[in-house]
Structure formats: structure tokens, C-alpha cells
Nanobody, 124 residues
Framework: QVQLVESGGGLVQAGGSLRLSCVASGGTFGSHSMGWFRQAPGNEREFVAAINRNGGITTYADSVKGRFTISRDNAKKTVCLQMNSLKPEDTAVYYC?????????????????WGQGTQVTVSS
């Protein structure tokens, strides 16, 4: 069974940047798409970004398009999320997830393994 561990969250001012990392261990990694989701208190867990198995195709939620970049390194079994021009509304717990296969799904049902999350807080 694959384990996913996120890191890199923290407190930043609006307009600042953070880089989140997710490291996988066990199971398989390179044959799966990977995604990032986020969840603010009282809200549903929402899709942020996804990347296919070889990193050649990415997709983003409209709310983060142009500001966030997802990438992966299959040799290191790592997926990252570079977050620039952060806004207070980006404040949430960010979760890394492994896709069931290689499709770039935007729903929780499209993913079969989740990390514990890392907190991102953007102040005004």
C-alpha cells in the first residue's frame, strides 16, 4: 500500500509563495496520475491540480490557474505544487492524492490514496 506524506505548508503574506512536496513510499507511483486537493473549514474538499504519469499533461482548477504549478519526479517518487501570488482565499489544508489510474480526474472518487495534509495559511 502506498503512503503519501505532504510537507512545505506554512504561514505567508498575500502575494507570497510556497512550495508543497508530497513523497510516496511503498506501492506504485510512476504508473498513476497524481493530484492536489484542498479543504477549508466548513467546505468540501476541492480539486486543485493534477498531473499524468509522465508529467506531460497537467490540469488546474480555474481558481489557481496561472498561479500554481504542479510537477513530479518519478525517480524520487515526489509530486510538488508551486504556489505563487497567494491569496487569503487559498488558505486551506492541502492534500496529495494518487490517482486510481492515469486519468486526470477532478473528483475524490478518482483517487485511491491520500496523505494527511499540510496547512497553508495566507494572511492579508
Amino acid at each position: 500500500q502506498v503512503q503519501l506524506v505532504e510537507s512545505g505548508g506554512g504561514l505567508v503574506q498575500a502575494g507570497g509563495s510556497l512550495r508543497l512536496s508530497c513523497v510516496a513510499s511503498g506501492g506504485t507511483f510512476g504508473s498513476h496520475s497524481m493530484g492536489w486537493f484542498r479543504q477549508a473549514p466548513g467546505n468540501e474538499r476541492e480539486f486543485v491540480a493534477a498531473i499524468n504519469r509522465n508529467g506531460g499533461i497537467t490540469t488546474y482548477a480555474d481558481s489557481v490557474k496561472g498561479r500554481f504549478t504542479i510537477s513530479r519526479d518519478n525517480a524520487k517518487k515526489t509530486v510538488c505544487l508551486q504556489m505563487n501570488s497567494l491569496k487569503p482565499e487559498d488558505t486551506a489544508v492541502y492534500y496529495c492524492a494518487r490517482g486510481k489510474l492515469n486519468e486526470l480526474g477532478r473528483l475524490r472518487i478518482n483517487y485511491d490514496s491520500w496523505g494527511q495534509g499540510t496547512q497553508v495559511t495566507v494572511s492579508s
